[in-house]
């Protein structure tokens, strides 16, 4: 109760950008995923500290204009972004070519392995959702036996891409072969 008085002590001034509560919602969602902050609309009339007048023509909202500072509350305004031109010099030319070749060095954490090769893909079904996901047989540096993970741990987007394409081309491959063993053809 004490953030209504507040905004009511605070008032609302015409032209200000205001959110409007509308506490219904379409049927067939919940009220809890709903929208119930609709706008933000412009401040049009005030009658007194509570009725206020909002300008809801052209906006596709059919509402009511005149609502009470209840339901309202202040659009949250942004600063206006810098005017001022940054001036670069000439000679702050950013060439990559002058860089250390040792500059950049892949950062790599303790916790994180690196992946030698990608050796094989299946498909699991997981019982919960009975959706099948993806998983690799990797290969890590280091080590000797490889492991099949999910894609989600996964950070070599380069070798899941190679492997993925080689695995499109010995499909094609298979068929082929496939329509050659065939003896009516």
Known sequence: MARISDRIKAGFKVGDAVWLYIPEFQPGLSRKLAHMWHGPFQVEAMHDNF????????????VDPWVHVSRLKPRALFPKRPAEEVEVAEDDDFDAALLPEDSWERDVGNDEYEVVKILDLRWVKRTRTSRRTREYKVKWKGYDEPEWLPVNPLSCGAL????????KARARFQVMQAGDDHPGV
Not at 160 to 167: I, M, S
């Open 51 to 62: 009725r206020v007048k909002l300008k809801v023509k052209d906006t596709g909202y059919r």
């Open 160 to 167: 899941r891409y190679e492997f993925n394409q080689g695995a």
